[in-house]
């Protein structure tokens, strides 16, 4: 099969064509239900060749494609290397306080076993 799109619909209507033939000459010999299938054969390709074809009016241009956007990307700011230097120390510090909280902090014992509220 042809990988062209504008082929392809084309050796579709050369198959319905080649059914349609064959259908002819099975009537002609008197198989008139061989010609009845070979008929639906080639209303089945001719349907084929009809979506191919819409399918090629709807099938975007390349041209879309290497197109520009419509609105430029925006600009991004970058930091200087001290700045996130800093920033990632701060966040670290942080994550090591977080971690430390819970073993510092001492849980209150309820004295005769009244609680402290």
């Known amino acids: 099969m042809p990988a062209n799109l504008g082929d392809i619909t084309t050796y579709h209507l050369e198959e319905a064509a080649r059914h349609h033939a064959l259908a002819q000459a099975a009537r002609a010999r008197g198989c008139f239900a061989e010609a009845e299938y070979q008929e639906g054969l080639a209303a089945r390709w001719e349907e084929a060749a009809q979506e191919q ?29 001290s700045v996130i230097c800093w920033l990632a120390v ?27 509220r």
Request: charged residues 20%; proline residues 16%.
């Open 90 to 116: 701060v966040r670290g510090l942080k994550r090591i306080a977080a971690a430390l909280h819970p073993s510092m902090v001492k849980p209150r014992t309820p004295l005769g076993g009244l609680s402290p």
């Open 53 to 81: 074809k819409i399918g090629v009016q709807q099938h975007p241009t390349r041209r879309m494609s290497t197109q520009r956007p419509i609105y430029p990307a925006p600009k991004t700011t970058s930091k200087p290397f």
